[in-house]
């Protein structure tokens, strides 16, 4: 740079020769500060808060959506009770809705425990629905591993030998005011097979919902629970598999 040339301003491109034609073109790029840039165009607004959106949704998906269930069968080994307890002689399965949309074991025998006073959860096994528990999943209680009696039939004399002698299935969900899941149904009653082919004292006919309880004044499990149709498939269940049918 010759003496007679100055600097470019600070912030500002200094001029260009186009190559062959000896025209001068000057490019000035000049620093602003940030709080004075204008606001961006109100359309590129509205993309970014709709495409933020979009990301959060896809995020909230990805997190709640149910896990993909297993399409292996329920098999004993997955639901027995510890080798050195010996299976109590069972005579009825008794199943129940939790009536409310979400749940699991954890949940409802702190439920049992603190509100109404009981040693735990008063079921044998709970079957998820897809919220709060893995569409599907069955989970056996202490009651079940330790092949003790529920408290899930009711408290009248009545009542006391199906929670002495009745396993106690709830299946999460209000079956008043919603269908079963395909899934779900399939679980209960590859669950309700099992129990009968490793307990003598179980039969299809013994599968009763907790409204057949005498003395009991309840819709549970659920209208949308055909216990007829349970028994059937049950039933269907055993033959496939070369169980026992009883």
């Given at each position: 740079?010759?003496?007679?040339?100055?600097?470019?301003?600070?912030?500002?491109?200094?001029?260009?020769?186009?190559r062959?034609?000896?025209?001068?073109?000057?490019?000035?790029?000049?620093?602003?500060?940030a709080?004075?840039?204008?606001?961006?165009?109100?359309?590129i607004?509205?993309?970014?808060?709709?495409?933020?959106?979009?990301?959060?949704?896809?995020?909230?998906?990805?997190?709640?959506?149910?896990?993909?269930?297993?399409?292996?069968?329920?098999?004993?080994?997955?639901?027995?009770?510890?080798?050195?307890?010996?299976?109590?002689?069972?005579?009825?399965?008794?199943?129940?809705?939790?009536?409310?949309?979400?749940?699991?074991?954890?949940?409802?025998?702190?439920?049992?425990?603190?509100?109404?006073?009981?040693?735990?959860?008063?079921?044998?096994?709970?079957?998820?629905?897809?919220?709060?528990?893995?569409?599907?999943?069955?989970?056996?209680?202490?009651?079940?591993?330790?092949q003790?009696?529920?408290?899930?039939?009711?408290?009248?004399?009545?009542?006391?030998?199906?929670?002495?002698?009745?396993?106690?299935?709830?299946?999460?969900?209000n079956?008043?005011?919603?269908?079963?899941?395909?899934?779900?149904?399939?679980?209960?009653?590859?669950?309700?097979?099992?129990?009968?082919?490793?307990?003598?004292?179980?039969?299809?006919?013994?599968?009763?919902?907790?409204?057949?309880?005498?003395?009991?004044?309840?819709?549970?499990?659920?209208?949308?629970?055909?216990?007829?149709?349970?028994?059937?498939?049950?039933r269907?269940?055993?033959?496939?598999?070369?169980?026992t049918?009883?």
């Amino acid at each position: 740079m010759t003496s007679n040339e100055s600097a470019p301003p600070t912030g500002e491109a200094n001029s260009t020769h186009e190559r062959g034609t000896g025209r001068q073109t000057t490019l000035r790029l000049a620093a602003i500060p940030a709080e004075q840039a204008p606001p961006p165009e109100r359309g590129i607004r509205v993309i970014a808060v709709i495409a933020v959106g979009v990301m959060i949704g896809v995020l909230v998906w990805a997190v709640s959506r149910p896990i993909k269930p297993s399409a292996e069968p329920l098999v004993w080994d997955s639901i027995a009770p510890p080798q050195s307890t010996a299976i109590h002689p069972w005579r009825w399965i008794v199943i129940h809705h939790s009536a409310s949309r979400r749940g699991n074991a954890q949940i409802i025998d702190h439920e049992h425990l603190n509100q109404r006073g009981w040693d735990g959860i008063g079921y044998h096994f709970v079957l998820g629905n897809g919220v709060d528990m893995p569409l599907g999943r069955i989970e056996g209680t202490f009651r079940w591993r330790l092949q003790q009696h529920g408290a899930h039939a009711g408290a009248l004399p009545q009542q006391k030998i199906y929670n002495t002698d009745g396993v106690g299935v709830c299946v999460i969900g209000n079956y008043d005011n919603e269908p079963v899941d395909p899934y779900v149904e399939r679980r209960l009653v590859e669950l309700c097979a099992q129990l009968i082919d490793h307990t003598p004292t179980l039969s299809v006919g013994r599968i009763i919902g907790h409204k057949d309880v005498p003395g009991k004044i309840t819709a549970c499990p659920g209208q949308a629970i055909d216990l007829e149709r349970l028994r059937y498939l049950v039933r269907e269940e055993l033959q496939r598999r070369g169980m026992t049918v009883r």
